[in-house]
């Protein structure tokens, strides 16, 4: 039986729903505002990877990259734990098989990360309870991380005989080497406020758990709950032009990649330069001198946010 969970929006704010049925592995919806949500639907499996999961996320990564009506991704998962990493039955098939099926299997898993990691769009986790081995590559993979006080961190690959070898370069640009070492090498388990002073989480509420339907417990009604997070988070984002949003991901990945020479600084001048012009760009300008809204923002998004030059 599947668990039930707590969407941010309701039923009627859904546009399009991706899944077949309510059982299927990863449950995928967008919304009418253009939030597509990705939700891992294993909560008697703790959400743990195996191959059918990962086919369904990177076939719905695919789907949602080119889809024109998406503007941002939020990852999620039912029941108490976001995931406990890979399935051990399924790792123990995949140990009996011949090196060329685990390299191809590894590679599926390596795929999803690039995928995720270079989704157009901006990309939210929404963590509680567990978040094992993969699962933290998920969550190093995506812009924004959100967790609730219960969430919990590990890469315990080294206690199984094996290594976080797929996700380690998120996890190592995330928080650094010197740290990725340590926890990898220890297979220690974090709580929620380390996960938070590392940089694996951007925001933390300590106000909301998991209870065993998977619905959010709200213990405070203030600002600070997982759920108003995700929404202060998304109508942040609505309010922004999606267009340079998709820009600033790509400006991203350059500056962490380039060196400050004379290529980068032509590059990024010309990025500017492209983005003024623009239909957004155009319009983001009028919209701030006209002392309206830019078109972009809906009837249902705060459309608030300071204005920079």
């Known amino acids: ?33 253009g939030i597509a949500t990705l939700t891992l639907n294993r909560p008697d499996k703790a959400n743990a990877f195996d191959d059918q999961l990962i086919a369904a996320i990177r076939h719905y990564l695919q789907q949602l990259a080119s889809h024109s ?24 098939a995949m140990a009996r098989k011949k090196r060329h099926d685990n390299l191809n299997d590894a590679q599926a898993l390596a795929f999803l990360m690039n995928e995720l990691d270079t989704f157009p769009h901006p990309t939210i986790a929404l963590v509680q309870g567990s978040a094992f081995g993969g699962a933290l590559g998920l ?10 006080q219960d969430a919990r961190f590990s890469l315990s690959e080294v206690k199984l005989g094996l ?16 740290q990725a070492r340590r926890l990898m ?23 909301v758990s998991a209870n065993d ?31 340079a949003m998709t820009q600033v991901k790509t400006l991203c990945k350059l500056c962490e990649q380039r060196p400050i020479d004379a290529a980068l600084i032509r590059q ?21 001198f006209d002392k309206r809204r830019p078109a972009w923002v809906t009837d249902n998004t705060s459309g608030q946010g300071e204005h920079n030059e």
Request: glycine share 6%.
């Open 139 to 148: 969550i190093c993979c995506c812009d924004i991380a959100l967790g609730s």
């Open 69 to 92: 009506e998406v503007s941002v991704l939020v990852l999620r998962a039912a029941g108490k734990h976001f995931s406990a990493g890979a399935d051990l039955r399924w790792m123990k």
């Open 213 to 243: 339907s998977g619905a959010s417990t709200d213990n405070s009604t203030g600002s600070g709950t997982l759920e108003n997070l995700l929404q202060l988070t998304l109508d942040r984002l609505l309010a922004n032009s999606p267009a």
């Open 1 to 33: 039986m599947t668990s039930k969970i707590t969407p941010v929006f309701q039923y009627s704010d859904t546009a399009e729903i991706l899944h077949a049925t309510a059982s299927d592995p990863v449950l995928c919806t967008i919304s009418r505002q």
């Open 268 to 288: 990024t001048s010309e990025m500017i330069a492209d983005i003024r012009v623009s239909p957004q760009g155009q319009e983001g300008l009028n919209a701030f």
């Open 185 to 207: 090498l220890t297979a220690e388990t974090i709580n929620a406020d380390t996960a938070h002073q590392l940089g694996i989480l951007h925001e933390l509420s300590r106000n």
């Open 163 to 178: 290594i976080p070898a797929t996700i380690g370069p998120y996890v190592c640009r995330t928080i650094g080497q010197r």
